[in-house]
């Protein structure tokens, strides 16, 4: 599977649109997790956040990939995927607020927002979780001969979970339109990712036929390179594709569990991938290219001024009153 990409500083070879639209989704996540980490910081969050810093090219260019009809899956360090795939920046904070006008009534909080609009079915806590249901997504569709497609991302600890083997084995048995993206950060929670993994995750598809590959998930044109042709060959009816993609979180595990989860993290090591932070190499690229700091500063001005409007909103918003407590915990029975 090729992972090639006009990524070369200078070469001139890259689409100035694509580019700019790859910023635009990884600098939306990137505001948001900073903002979300100074209100996380300041108590106005009522729980924790794992934020997604650092990982922002991997959201960014996959979900560059997909049409609004596609499905997702996510994590705990989920606001990365729901902002990339488009979902509103103001309800998305008015649930980690934990008000009724966010996404789930303010009673999902940062880990499970879930918008079915835009196929985004929901980010969750539980480690593994979303693979069976990204696969069940996909097979809803080949039955229901669309042409649509899943995407489950999950971390390298989910890796090691029974779910992904048995997902990797109904998706290659049915020929589902399903890609599995591990984003492996280097951590699972406090623990490396080398003391409790054995071998390449890329290659766990290999005894059920399901190709796989590495790539630098800092390099937001390589993965979106990587997912344009995997999202391809399942829209096409040639089943599902397994992406390793290697990138960092620039915080620890969650805010506002310092004493729970310590900073397990090296300081060089932090500082060393500070240094290939996916936004700053792919600005260096556009400018590169030809594309105008203008355009750029343009775009990060919109962004935090949607960010400031998305706070101001939350803020603004009522808690769910707690009459609905029980409201959306159950579907009623269809006679």
Known sequence: MSTDAATDIGSGEIDAAVGLDLM???LRIRKFEERSQVLAGAGEFPGVVHLYIGQEAVAGGVTAALRDDDYITSTHRGHGHIVAKGGELARCMAELFGRETGYCGGKGGSMHIADMELGIIGANGIVGAGI??????ALSAQMRGTDQVSVSFFGDGAANEGTLHES??????WSLPVVFVCENNGYSELTRTEVVTAGDISRRGEAFGVPGVRIDGNDA???AATARE???RARAGDGPTLIEA???RIRNHAEGLEKAFPDSQPEDEIESWRERCPIDRHRKVLLAAGVSSDDIAALESEIGTEIDAAVEFARASDVPDPSTAFKDVWKEAVA
């Open 132 to 137: 069976p249901i990204a696969t069940g997504a």
């Open 168 to 173: 990797l084995n109904l998706a290659a048995l």
């Open 24 to 26: 635009g989704r990884m």
């Open 221 to 223: 044109f390589a993965v």
């Open 246 to 248: 290697m990138t960092y």
């Open 230 to 232: 995997a999202v391809a």
